[in-house]
Structure formats: structure tokens, C-alpha cells
């Protein structure tokens, strides 16, 4: 488990966005009906048999990680309530919780437990339903693999691919963009009916929405990755994942934008795509203003006028000066453009949301397409502590996006060798640093957190 410094950085330095990321995986108290599909895209439409059948001493429920070929604990990992890799299968049991009482009660739903809302994203939804599906399992081992019916025998099979399992339901969780799409429908959310959390919902009480797909997937991660693994599915490229995890949330987030039903709430602009701290600012009524917000130099819009949440523009703005230079100025003109057509019209500003998209989803396409090296790892890192980036890390958000992304690149070089567990320890004290500039997003310290991730960034560069 050494591989995973980032996680346990992540868990002793940042309680407030691990607590937002706990809560994203077990609160999903948003409108899920309970009979919608969990994923915009792709969903498997086979039966879902539950997670009692995986859970066989001779499949993946024994109490030691000793199966000649996969770890087969993988359901006491899924379990165990004493770190995020359990938060799925306590999905279910969150509703019953005092938060969860609170957010029901404030939207005037009945019972958490009960209501359609809750369960899409609480519980596996599943159309169709085997004799061992329960909900109240959460989020089981289906909702993320696939319905199970027409491949739970093969894929045990002696002579078993994973290609054929594929072709019978199973989700190719290797496949960055699949895996992305999977993550996102419930940690971001989807056009479909029920799984959007708005601002009405967050004010109820639901926490803010962030994702970041690497962290995010090593947090949850049930399997090893040995030479066992990697010659039926290849090994993955943690900086890859990370990077197609940003540019597809900047995708969904715009394509949810632009749509008619998730754009507008009555009157006014749907505001869970917006920077949520640009309007929850103190106000102040003096002889002498005083300015809350900073200049941004990606943000050509009016003073006053709220900005759109821009965290995952300004990383994958770091990743395509480096992965991707001949399309990075292209991306960075559709994000001002997108951004000064806010301050038109809806109609302008859908219009660039639709570019910004497709921009965004070219480069998912390039990102999956290929792949990272540590030179890409070292590079992107010193990108995010350039003036170019470092300047438009003005905002809560955009800089929880960006010490997450440190992290994740710095464990990315540990695993590849490229820095040792020394010295990764040295440059996460600074990491940890930028942590706790946002540990409080009432009490953001943006100067602070420049400081502490170009420390971060400087000491990296002098290992490479």
C-alpha cells in the first residue's frame, strides 16, 4: 500500500474535503428514481443479481486477499467501514442518518430511505432484479462492473477473457473515458431523469459536488494490479486517468449546461454550475469598498457577474500545454470565450458551451488515445505552479482541483519510480501545506496556497 501516499496524505491533512468526498459517496441524496438508468451512457441492461452473488468463499467473499489469480476479499474491501474504500456498500444505511433526515425533511420528500430521489445513487438501480439483489446493499459490486445475469458464469470460466465478458454486459472499467462516464453520473452528475443535484438540492443541505477521477478510483480500489491483471487488462496509467477524468466533468458539466432542463431553475440561471464562493462572500457596507473577489485572467467577465465553476478548465488547460500543445491554445480561447459569452445571453452562452465541449471532448479523445510518461507527470505539476495557471487559482474550487492534482502526479512518479518514498515525504509537506489553506472553504487563503504548491512544484523539478 505504499503506492497510495496520496491517499493517506489525503486523509490526514484535508478532513474538510475528505469529509465533502465521504459524504459525495454516501449522500448522494439527490433525484434519482430508483428505476432510472445510474449512467447517461452505456448502462447494462442485465439483470442485476446482487452482490450476495459475488460474495462466495470461492469467488470474492473469503477473509484473505489468497486467490491464485485475483485478491477474492474484494467484498470485505468493499465493506470495510473504516476507510473510503467501504463507503459504497454504506450507501444505503447513509439515509438513515441524521443528514440525511435533514435533507429529506428540508425538500419535503418523506423518508430518505424510501424515497426515489435518494435510491438511484444510494442503492444499485437495476431494472431488472435477481432473488439475491437487496437494496438495502447500496452500492454494489453491479453498479459500477454491470449487470451480472449474462456474465457472472463466463467470466469465471476456465478459458475466460475479459473481451467475452465485455461483449456479454461488463463494463470496461480499464477504458478511461468508460470508466470516467460511470464515476460521473453519480459524483458529478447526467442528463438523465432524477440524476442532477441543483442548487436547490445543495441548499437543502447536500454537500458540494467535486470529483477527481484518479483519486476518487485509488480511494474505492479493490483489486491488486499485477502481471496477472495487466495481461488481461493492461495496467493503469494513473496521469492518463486523471487527465480524461478532467476534460470529460468539464464535458458533462457543459453539456448539462446547455440543456433545457438542467440550464435554468424558474427565473434564474441554474447556479450549481457556478463558483459557489464568488456569491457566498461577507458583504460589506462601508465608506471605503472592499473588494472579496481577486482578478482572473481566464475569467473575462463583468465585475460582479458570478463565474462559472472553472476548476477542471483551468487543469485541463495544464494538461494540454504539455499532452496536447498544437490544441492548447484553442482550448484556452474557448474557455474565455465561453466565460465572456456568459455575460451575454443564454442563448450566446450555450452556443459556447457547445465549442468549449467539443474542445474538451477532443481532448479526452487525445488523452485515451495515448499515453503519459513521467516527463508528462514532472511537466504537467510544474504547468499547474507556472503564473499562466497559478493566476487563475483564485477561487476554492479551482484550488482544491489543483492540490488534489499535485497529489495525484506525485504518486503517479512514486509508482513509476522516477521519486522515492523519501522524497515524496519531503515535497508532502508542502502538499500538505495547500491542503490546509482549503481545509476550510469559509476560510480559503489563496496567497497561502500559491505559495505552498509552488514550494511543492520547485521541489519536484529538482528531481527531475
Known amino acids: 500500500m505504499a503506492e497510495f501516499g496520496k491517499s493517506r496524505a489525503f486523509l490526514k491533512v484535508m478532513p474538510g474535503v475528505l469529509l465533502t468526498l465521504c459524504i459525495l459517496i454516501l449522500l448522494m441524496a439527490v433525484v434519482f428514481p430508483i428505476l432510472s438508468p445510474v449512467r447517461a451512457k452505456g448502462a447494462s441492461d442485465n439483470t442485476h443479481l446482487g452482490v450476495a452473488s459475488c460474495a462466495g468463499s470461492t469467488c470474492h467473499g473469503r477473509l484473505e486477499a489468497d486467490g491464485a489469480v485475483v485478491r477474492q476479499d474484494e467484498v470485505l474491501r468493499w465493506q470495510e467501514p473504516s476507510s473510503p474504500a467501504g463507503k459504497h456498500s454504506q450507501a444505503y444505511s447513509a439515509l438513515l442518518g441524521k443528514r440525511s433526515e435533514q435533507i429529506a425533511r428540508n425538500l419535503g420528500i418523506g423518508k430518505a430511505s424510501s ?45 475466460a477473457s475479459h473481451a467475452n465478458n465485455v461483449a456479454r454486459g461488463m463494463t470496461p472499467l480499464e477504458n478511461p473515458k468508460v470508466h470516467a462516464a460511470v464515476c460521473l453520473d453519480c459524483h458529478f452528475g447526467s442528463a438523465a431523469q432524477g440524476q442532477f ?54 464535458k458533462r458539466s457543459l453539456d448539462l449546461y446547455a440543456s ?16 459557489c464562493h464568488s456569491c457566498h462572500r461577507r458583504i460589506y457596507d462601508q465608506a471605503d469598498a472592499v473588494k472579496t473577489g481577486a482578478n482572473n485572467p481566464g475569467r473575462p467577465i463583468p465585475e460582479g457577474m458570478p463565474p462559472y465553476n472553472d476548476e477542471n478548465m483551468i487543469m485541463l488547460s495544464a494538461a494540454a500545454r504539455i499532452t496536447a500543445p498544437a490544441s492548447a491554445g484553442q482550448f484556452d480561447k474557448a474557455s474565455k470565450d465561453f466565460h ?39 511537466a504537467i505539476i510544474e504547468t499547474i505552479a507556472t503564473e499562466a495557471i497559478a493566476a487563475r487559482l483564485t477561487d476554492y474550487e479551482g484550488s482544491v482541483q489543483a492540490v488534489m492534482a499535485v497529489d495525484t502526479l506525485l504518486s503517479a512518479l512514486v509508482r513509476s519510480g522516477n521519486i522515492t518514498q523519501g522524497a515524496a515525504a519531503g515535497i508532502r509537506a508542502n502538499v500538505n501545506r495547500a491542503y490546509n489553506a482549503v481545509r476550510d472553504p469559509n476560510a480559503y487563503r489563496p496567497s497561502e496556497f500559491r505559495s505552498s504548491i509552488g514550494a511543492a512544484a520547485s521541489a519536484v523539478r529538482s528531481l527531475r
Open 115 to 159: 424515497a426515489p430521489m435518494c435510491l438511484g445513487c444510494h442503492a444499485t438501480p437495476a431494472t431488472s432484479r435477481g432473488n439475491n439483489f437487496q437494496l438495502t446493499d447500496g452500492v454494489g459490486c453491479e453498479s459500477c462492473h454491470g449487470g451480472a445475469s449474462n456474465w457472472i458464469a463466463s467470466h469465471y470460466a476456465v478459458g
Open 197 to 250: 443535484v441543483n442548487h436547490r438540492i445543495m441548499a437543502a443541505g447536500h454537500p458540494r459536488i467535486s470529483f477527481e477521477l484518479d483519486l476518487f478510483s485509488s480511494l474505492q480500489q479493490h483489486h491488486n494490479e499485477d502481471a496477472d491483471y495487466a495481461a488481461r487488462k493492461g495496467r493503469t496509467d494513473h496521469v492518463q486517468l486523471w487527465a480524461v477524468g478532467q476534460a470529460l466533468a468539464l
Open 260 to 275: 433545457a432542463s438542467r440550464g435554468t431553475e424558474g427565473a434564474f440561471p441554474e447556479f450549481y454550475f457556478f463558483d
Open 340 to 378: 465572456a459569452a456568459l455575460a451575454l445571453d443564454r442563448s450566446s452562452a450555450i452556443a459556447a458551451a457547445k465549442r468549449l465541449s467539443i474542445a474538451a471532448d477532443n481532448l479526452a479523445d487525445n488523452f485515451a488515445s495515448g499515453s503519459f510518461g513521467s516527463s508528462q507527470a514532472f
